[in-house]
């Protein structure tokens, strides 16, 4: 069964507030309004920036560029996903998404098929690294808060938008009543990003393995996916 949030009315939560450079920034919630806003980030910036999306060409095809938007849509549409928002000069943006959606151990999500070849092929790769160690075991918990693209805008990068993002999955799960989180990091910046924020890797496969699995990857790609959890107290 789908995990589904019940909204009140404090939906939604901001989970950290702060400003800096004449910018004021903040935290929080996913709001249903900004639904397309961050699927339009997405669909420009993450599939041509992020490992397995470039390296398997998704954008070039659309059916795999609309199954990852529908794919993103509906993990969306759970409103457990995080959104961080610039406010300059009066003028409100959002800069920064991190798709989470809350994992039951046994449960398989069965609503959105993974349609187009470049888009199968990266999700076979994030479920080839889970299938090295499962989270759930590792954990001793029978949910997790996972995630599925963390991004910033590019002209807001350097401004550790990302960490705000990591550490705000924690008062987000306290929310949920989640105990942990975790995430197939597929980046080298985002998986020293990970570590930094506390998160520890319990498996990880390069693309050349993917590759010998019979995933399409290069064979003498030796840059590793990394299965990354982190428990709360």
């Not at 924690?170 to 930094?196: H, R, Y």
Request: net charge negative.
């Amino acid at each position: 069964m789908v995990f589904k949030r019940e909204i009140c009315s404090l939906f939604p939560r901001e989970y950290e507030r702060w400003e800096s450079n004449g910018i004021k920034w903040v935290v929080q919630d996913l709001p249903p309004e900004d639904d397309e806003k961050a699927l339009e980030i997405f669909g420009t910036d993450f599939c041509d920036d992020e490992v397995l999306c470039s390296t398997s060409r998704l954008s070039s095809n659309p059916k795999s560029l609309q199954g990852i938007l529908d794919f993103w849509r509906h993990c969306i549409t759970q409103r457990t996903s995080l959104a961080c928002y610039a406010e300059e000069n009066g003028v409100r943006s959002l800069v920064a998404v991190n798709v989470c959606v809350p994992e039951q151990k046994g449960e398989t999500d069965n609503n959105v098929e993974i349609e187009g070849e470049e888009w199968q092929n990266v999700y076979h790769a994030l479920e080839f690294a889970e299938a090295k160690c499962d989270p759930y075991e590792y954990l001793n918990l029978d949910m997790v808060l996972g995630a599925y693209g963390l991004l910033v805008k590019r002209e807001y990068r350097g401004a550790k938008l990302g960490a705000r993002l990591l550490n705000a999955r924690e008062p987000l799960s306290n929310v949920l009543g989640i105990k942990a989180t975790s995430t197939v990091f597929t980046g080298i910046s985002s998986q020293k990003l990970a570590a930094k924020c506390g998160f520890t890797t319990i498996a990880e496969a390069s693309l050349s393995e993917m590759a010998e699995a019979g995933l399409k990857y290069p064979k003498d790609d030796q840059r590793t996916i990394k299965l990354m959890v982190k428990k709360y107290k």
